[in-house]
């Protein structure tokens, strides 16, 4: 799947903000995704060992999971889950 540019943002476009934090030896992913600036769609969560080898993997495979998915359109991420990511 390429890039697609977003010529035009609509209204309720489907926003998905994701963070994390750690919780002892578990890291908690949360992601939220809201329609616009209007309306809470869904809430999305794992939960991480912290030494997982690939994190990105996972929160990709909640990402696709949720019947959300097909309306995404733009992912917001949190600094600490660039951590090691150049």
Same mark, same amino acid.
């Given at each position: 799947m390429g890039i !697609?540019? *977003?010529r035009r943002v609509k209204r309720e476009i489907r926003v998905l903000g994701i963070a994390?934090?750690?919780r002892g030896s578990l890291q !908690?992913?949360?992601g939220v995704i809201y329609r616009g600036s209007l309306w809470?769609?869904?809430v999305l969560a794992i939960n991480m060992r912290g030494?997982?080898?690939s994190p990105t993997l996972r929160i990709a495979?909640? *990402?696709r999971e949720s019947?959300?998915?097909p309306q *995404?359109?733009?992912i917001l991420l949190h600094r600490e889950l660039l951590r090691g990511v150049r």
């Open positions: !697609t540019r *977003i994390s934090k750690p !908690t992913v949360v809470l769609d869904g030494d997982e080898a495979e909640m *990402i019947s959300h998915h *995404i359109r733009v």
